[in-house]
């Protein structure tokens, strides 16, 4: 017998995007950083005495944060609307309550920041702003323990899948959309955007101790992961719409399920479509199998009750609150939007998933239509300077280390 209580209907499938709608326009960010033993900068363990499972138990006592568990593990922590959780490889990553100014953002990572200090002192670790671990490779990088993550080494495929998972730590941004127009004009934009932001905070050029020859080799590992499930996520065409992001994901193979905190494998034997249509073994899908499949998709860009920019290297110096004030300077003002789509109406999207590829390698120093991307970078950051600039809040102040690093025709890793 089929254990559901009642049939999951396509119509609920969209009202997961159609709830995300909100009045207030809001900043998220999403913060990965690697942690490394400060002197040997081999990539700490999650076992052992001074691993990162201590260091999350200890950080808990002092900062009153609760446990995330799996099983018996501690994979995290949260308190309210934030999380402190572990990438496969223990990379750490704050996830932050978005907030309407950027300076609230900084502060909230500071505050915390300031209470892990003593504690990363007395464990000898150091959080390193980076890409991608610049001397471990993944072959000595332990899998953290979580059934998830498991799951997931197993079943993606794509030659760079281990290091995406294991080496990689990025920044992220989350951003609001007010109808479903709204979301599906922003959702464009930022994929077509995408490539040149990875090539401005391409921050991975050192791996296993050595130059690789790629500005973001974490760029380079994601295209060769599993590409059914990243790249980009549709052809993003002026007139797609809720619907489209909905048929592409039904049509994604299925990973796995959850059932009371037990992960049923489906290993890519069925897209959610035939999932929907037949069920797998005894179950029927639910709406948190719906959840739980969307958020194993991981394109350059992704819908979900907000829009979910991914592809940037961690980066430091302040260059880490340019990432959020690039896209809160453009996507929030409907002039920035209108001056940025004129740009980048001039390329194909086969141009700009070209560029997606060379970017990896070239950085800023990769081409469209023959020239260089240099110039139309600097196009986008000074489009957000005077954005956050009109609205005299100050927060224009960062997009400043952007803007400088760009004037000197350089992206993080050529420092």
Same mark, same amino acid.
């Given at each position: 017998?089929?254990?559901?209580?009642?049939?999951?209907?396509?119509?609920?499938?969209?009202?997961?995007?159609?709830?995300?709608?909100?009045?207030?326009?809001?900043?998220?960010? &999403?913060?990965?950083?690697?942690?490394?033993?400060?002197?040997?900068?081999?990539?700490?363990?999650?076992?052992?005495?001074?691993?990162?499972?201590?260091?999350?138990?200890?950080? %808990?006592?002092?900062?009153?944060?609760?446990?995330?568990?799996?099983?018996? *593990?501690? $994979?995290?922590?949260?308190?309210?609307?934030?999380?402190?959780?572990?990438?496969?490889?223990?990379?750490?990553?704050? *996830?932050?309550? @978005?907030?309407?100014?950027?300076?609230?953002?900084?502060?909230?990572?500071?505050?915390?920041?300031?209470?892990?200090?003593?504690?990363?002192?007395?464990?000898?670790?150091?959080?390193? !702003?980076?890409?991608? *671990?610049?001397?471990?490779?993944?072959?000595?990088?332990?899998?953290?323990? #979580?059934?998830?993550?498991?799951?997931? %080494?197993?079943?993606?495929?794509?030659?760079?899948?281990?290091?995406?998972?294991?080496?990689?730590?990025?920044?992220?941004?989350?951003?609001?959309?007010? *109808?479903?127009?709204?979301? =599906?004009?922003?959702?464009?934009?930022?994929?077509?955007?995408?490539?040149?932001?990875?090539?401005?905070?391409?921050?991975?050029? +050192?791996?296993?101790?050595?130059?690789?020859?790629?500005?973001?080799?974490?760029?380079?590992?994601?295209?060769?992961?599993?590409? &059914?499930?990243?790249?980009?996520?549709?052809?993003?065409?002026?007139?797609? /719409?809720?619907?489209?992001?909905?048929?592409?994901?039904?049509?994604?193979?299925?990973?796995?399920? !959850?059932?009371?905190?037990?992960? $049923?494998? $489906? !290993?890519? #034997? =069925?897209?959610?479509?035939?999932? =929907?249509? #037949?069920?797998?073994?005894?179950?029927?899908?639910?709406?948190?199998?719906?959840?739980?499949?969307?958020?194993?998709?991981?394109?350059?860009?992704?819908?979900?009750?907000?829009?979910?920019?991914? !592809?940037?290297? /961690?980066?430091?110096?302040?260059?880490?609150?340019?990432?959020?004030?690039?896209?809160?300077? +453009? =996507?929030?003002? %409907?002039?920035?939007?209108?001056?940025?789509?004129? $740009?980048?109406?001039?390329?194909?999207?086969?141009?700009?998933?070209?560029?997606?590829?060379?970017?990896?390698?070239?950085?800023?120093?990769? #081409? +469209? &239509?023959?020239?260089? +991307?240099?110039?139309?970078?600097?196009?986008?950051?000074?489009?957000?300077?005077?954005?956050?600039?009109?609205?005299?809040?100050?927060?224009?102040?960062?997009?400043? @280390?952007?803007?400088?690093?760009?004037?000197?025709?350089? /992206?993080?890793?050529?420092?």
């Amino acid at each position: 017998m089929l254990k559901t209580k009642e049939r999951l209907e396509y119509s609920q499938l969209l009202d997961e995007f159609l709830l995300g709608c909100k009045t207030e326009q809001r900043i998220g960010m &999403e913060y990965e950083r690697i942690p490394v033993s400060h002197y040997g900068k081999n990539v700490v363990p999650y076992d052992g005495e001074f691993g990162i499972c201590e260091l999350l138990r200890e950080f %808990a006592k002092i900062d009153n944060w609760d446990y995330i568990l799996d099983g018996d *593990s501690i $994979i995290g922590l949260k308190k309210l609307h934030e999380t402190i959780t572990l990438e496969p490889g223990c990379q750490i990553e704050l *996830s932050l309550e @978005p907030q309407i100014f950027i300076k609230d953002l900084k502060k909230r990572i500071e505050e915390i920041d300031s209470a892990l200090a003593p504690i990363l002192e007395d464990f000898d670790i150091k959080l390193l !702003n980076v890409g991608v *671990s610049p001397k471990t490779t993944y072959k000595n990088i332990k899998l953290l323990p #979580k059934q998830r993550y498991h799951l997931m %080494a197993n079943y993606l495929w794509g030659i760079l899948s281990d290091v995406m998972m294991r080496e990689t730590a990025g920044i992220q941004v989350g951003i609001d959309f007010k *109808s479903e127009e709204d979301a =599906m004009r922003k959702f464009r934009l930022a994929n077509l955007m995408m490539p040149f932001a990875t090539a401005m905070f391409a921050n991975s050029k +050192i791996r296993g101790g050595v130059d690789t020859g790629y500005k973001s080799f974490r760029a380079l590992a994601w295209l060769n992961t599993d590409n &059914e499930r990243c790249g980009f996520a549709t052809d993003f065409n002026k007139n797609m /719409c809720f619907k489209d992001y909905v048929a592409k994901l039904l049509e994604t193979p299925m990973i796995f399920i !959850n059932r009371d905190d037990k992960m $049923i494998g $489906i !290993n890519g #034997k =069925m897209t959610f479509k035939q999932y =929907m249509e #037949k069920g797998f073994e005894e179950f029927l899908p639910t709406i948190e199998d719906w959840k739980l499949h969307s958020n194993l998709y991981f394109p350059e860009v992704r819908l979900r009750n907000f829009i979910e920019i991914r !592809n940037h290297d /961690c980066v430091g110096n302040g260059l880490e609150y340019s990432v959020p004030a690039l896209y809160k300077g +453009i =996507m929030y003002s %409907a002039s920035a939007m209108e001056e940025t789509e004129e $740009i980048l109406n001039k390329y194909t999207t086969n141009e700009i998933k070209e560029l997606r590829y060379n970017v990896a390698k070239y950085a800023l120093n990769s #081409k +469209i &239509e023959k020239k260089q +991307i240099l110039p139309i970078c600097k196009e986008f950051a000074e489009i957000a300077y005077y954005t956050l600039k009109t609205e005299g809040e100050g927060e224009e102040e960062f997009i400043l @280390p952007l803007i400088e690093l760009l004037k000197e025709g350089k /992206c993080p890793a050529d420092i």
